[in-house]
């Protein structure tokens, strides 16, 4: 029943168990008999992936692994570079957009032996909380058809979660690993800002944006993680001592959590459109902690209820400069028959953007324009230094903080086309780590909500405090899990 | 469609414009009323005191990072051409002409 780790896969590898090619073909029949109704990739490179999977079993078979998880496939989201494939973000701007080159984290899965695994849906340039501003299709929830699999990185997390792929790298700027992660019954991270590298992640907003896992389990993310970590000169925002060691956090899990101590945000179950199967699940969660010896610590975010408001403006106002480069000059769409080079910008991006991304990059630009633009973005970026003040105050009393990913479980499709202001408002519980440049996971709770759909307990932990987040949330699963 | 038509707050044929992007009627119509939505729940912001804090404006604090000033292989013109919507030759991207004669 339970779906295989990483390093089982890699166990079964290397004993011969299995070759790369038969598993790497085994997941593609999967894709062909499973993704017709779900719709969780973009586009899967068959011949590629053979080849590479292939060449794999080649240098095993010489003695040459290049490392233990050398032909284990991982599915990457539509926004990271992989060189020679289609880098499109879900947007008909990049529809024929092919990478001249390789993110920096697919340059290290690739280091590592990994193949690339096909390109996964998101929400158009990761603006979303459902995948249903894809500009191709929209992906459903494999737990249940009717539903969306949220968003951005919503066709990684049902792509794990349909085991189409053993693990998928998203990318989370308000919540776009937690929280498809949560609707999918996933476990996501979004790891500390500046541990791994942004180069060839096509940006969103560059101060907000991290790449991270979506697996099985939390061993899965830590194994991905500690891979793809690391400084790079080519990301100037990335941090000197960046690599994780999560997978050694991992090692002679204890079997209680006598001693941590887990911050309560008060204003968090406080909120409103908390949804009461939400909350019971949490609750349970909370109960199993401290049946596990943790203490519970009531701490306060006194600006939680801004950090919507906040983030909505500075995330769109540097989508709006970010997305400036798309102007039908250098690649991507131009509109055809153009006057002259105004009319290639105003209708290269009015075709070529959708209707969220269009929403946006108003807005960001709205509140960066003269006379606005201390109202709004300045405002915004003080409101910021008050949650990173919350949140250290917090941590001084707390390991780690918990709450739900996200208010609701997994929604329907078309519930909340109509209203873009009530999807912004469900980010609520994930926002402010991205604001304030901490790590958090989402995993699920031990008890499903409605109708049996997951539900994702959010852990929240300072800045570099990934590994202990990751020691935490293993030893919990792990508990639970028995 | 500008301010005075909507009778909101901002002109959205002006910001449209600013940020180069060509909207058809109907849909600038309900970006407009999604944005006055949108804008009114941010408006929350004024509510905090802010007077005393400084802004932050990346979530970590490095500056000046600059790399060693060592010429590294440059990509090759081609393949940096192929995603370019017209090409003169293959060596240049075409664009309409920018200054008038």
New interface residues.
């Given amino acids: 029943m339970t779906k295989p780790t990483l390093a089982e896969l890699a166990k079964n590898l290397d004993t011969g168990h299995v070759s790369s090619v038969e598993l790497s073909s085994a997941l593609l029949d999967k894709i062909d008999s499973l993704d017709g109704d779900i719709g969780a990739f973009l586009r899967v490179d068959r011949a590629n992936i053979e080849r590479y999977a292939k060449e794999s079993d080649e240098r095993r078979a010489a003695g040459k692994t290049l490392s233990t998880w050398d032909g284990i496939p991982i599915a990457i989201k539509d926004n990271i570079a992989v060189k020679n494939q289609h880098c499109s973000c879900a947007s008909k701007i990049l529809e ?3 990478s ?2 390789n993110a920096t984290v697919v340059e290290r899965l690739k280091n590592a032996g990994m193949i690339p695994f096909g390109r996964v849906n998101m929400d158009e340039f990761a603006m979303g909380s459902s995948c249903e501003n894809s500009g191709f299709n929209p992906t459903r929830n494999p737990r249940s058809l009717d539903r969306v699999p949220g968003g951005s990185s919503g066709g990684a997390a049902a792509a794990v979660a349909a085991e189409m792929a053993p693990a998928a790298l998203g990318s989370d700027t308000g919540g776009s690993i937690r929280q498809p992660a949560a609707f999918c019954g996933v476990v996501g991270v979004k790891p500390t ?2 541990r791994i590298s942004r180069f060839g992640l096509v940006a969103f907003a560059s ?2 944006d991290q790449i991270g896992p979506l697996t099985n389990n939390v061993e899965d993310s830590a194994v991905l993680l500690d891979i793809i970590s690391g400084h790079d ?1 080519k990301d ?2 990335s ?1 000197k001592n960046s690599a994780t060691s999560c997978a050694n956090a991992l090692e002679d899990l204890p079997s209680d959590l006598k001693g941590i101590r887990i911050g309560i945000p008060k204003e968090y179950f406080e909120m409103e459109g908390l949804d009461a199967d939400v909350g019971a699940s949490i609750q349970d969660a909370i109960d199993a902690f401290k049946r596990l010896g943790a203490e519970m610590v009531d701490v306060s975010l006194p ?1 939680a ?2 950090a ?3 983030y ?2 500075i995330a769109t106002a540097e989508a ?1 400069a970010n997305l ?1 480069r798309f ?8 509109a055809a028959n ?10 290269s ?3 070529g ?1 959708g ?1 969220e991304v ?2 946006r ?3 960001g ?3 960066l ?1 003269s006379g ?1 633009h201390d ?2 973005y ?9 949650f ?1 003040q919350d949140f250290d105050t917090a941590f001084e009393r707390c390991d780690i903080m918990l709450s739900p990913t996200s208010p609701t479980v997994a929604f329907k499709l078309g519930d909340r086309t109509d209203d ?2 009530k999807m ?1 408002l469900a980010d609520v519980f994930t926002i402010a780590v ?4 901490g790590c958090a996971l989402s995993l699920p709770t031990p008890t499903p909500g409605a109708d049996g759909l997951p539900v994702g307990l959010q852990l929240m932990a300072p ?1 570099m405090q990934d590994e202990a987040l990751l020691r935490i949330a293993g030893t919990f699963e792990m508990a639970t899990n028995a | 469609m500008g301010n005075n038509d909507h009778g909101g707050r901002f002109d959205v044929d002006k910001i449209a414009e600013l940020a180069r992007i060509a909207l058809p009627d109907e849909l600038k119509h309900r970006l407009y009323s999604d944005m006055e939505r949108i804008v009114g729940y941010v408006d929350m912001l004024a509510e905090l005191d802010v007077s005393d804090v400084e802004p932050t404006s990346h979530a970590v604090r490095l500056s000046n990072v600059l790399r060693d000033d060592i010429a590294t292989a440059p990509f090759p013109r081609e393949q940096m051409l192929a995603n370019a919507p017209a090409t003169v030759d293959g060596e240049l991207v075409k664009v309409p002409a920018v200054i008038e004669q």
Avoid: C, W
């Fill in positions: 024929s957009f092919i001249p080159y800002y500046g101060s907000l000169p100037s925002t941090l600006h209820r801004y919507v408001a906040a909505y403006v709006s400036a102007d039908g000059v250098r690649y991507g769409l131009r153009p006057e002259d080079i105004m009319d290639v910008y105003l209708r991006r009015g075709e953007f209707e269009k929403r990059i108003l807005l630009t709205f509140v324009s606005y109202a709004y300045l405002r915004a970026q003080k409101a910021r230094t008050l990173r873009p202001l912004y991205n604001l304030t440049g800045p």
